[in-house]
């Protein structure tokens, strides 16, 4: 594993978008525009936050479901991102690749519609629950419910999106109910409704 010359655990935006660009190449699909637009999102909203770099948000909202550059998968995305993210280094960015998709930190309610062996499920959520969330974790986990691949979109509607892909379970209903809360946090930390930040929001309704 390599680390960057500047000791960064993330790549710059111009190596993330040569990253995304290549593995759009070997497995085309809606999720490259998502990556997109989350990593926008990211941006526009750690812009408005202190404690935040917009730039490394950008990046890592970029890189959240690069593994999906394997195929079309289902949560196998999850471990091949953090496999391909620690390979280069990029340490942070692999620890959102595992961590975008549990905002609740509960990972054993996923398991029955999982594409990845046990054991790969078992390091996954010992490696979410046992991780003390930061507000990148958090940016990333909001912003993958703000964009769609044509634009951004109110939080329901992605909702929606996903469940009528992937199935609504109860716990789906919790992990809503958690981003919501993220919502709310990330407009008290940019003193404004995040939707004011996404330009063409409305016109997706």
């Known amino acids: 594993m390599e680390r960057n010359q500047n000791g960064r655990k993330y790549p710059s935006m111009e190596e993330a978008k040569a990253a995304l660009a290549e593995a759009a190449l070997r497995n085309p699909g809606n999720w490259v525009p998502h990556s997109e637009y989350t990593a926008k999102a990211c941006k526009a909203i750690a812009e408005r936050c202190e404690n935040l770099d ?8 970029l890189l959240h479901d690069i593994g999906r550059y394997i195929g079309v998968v289902k949560e196998k995305h999850q471990i091949a991102g953090y496999q391909y993210c620690m390979e280069r280094g ?38 979410v629950e046992e991780t003390t969330f930061d507000d990148y974790d958090r940016l990333i986990q909001l912003c993958d419910c703000l964009a769609m691949p044509y634009g951004f979109c109110i939080i329901e509607k992605r909702f929606v999106d996903v469940g009528l892909r992937y199935g609504v379970s109860d716990h789906s209903i919790i992990a809503w109910k958690k981003v919501i809360e993220l919502k709310k946090y990330f407009e008290k930390e940019t003193c404004c409704s995040i939707y004011q930040l996404l330009p063409g929001i409305f016109d997706n309704l």
């Open 54 to 61: 917009a730039e490394k948000a950008f990046v890592l909202g």
């Open 90 to 127: 990029w340490e942070d960015a692999a620890r959102i690749c595992l961590t975008h998709s549990h905002p609740t930190q509960v990972v054993s309610a996923n398991f029955q519609n999982w594409d990845i062996p046990y054991t790969d499920c078992e390091f996954l959520r010992h490696f």
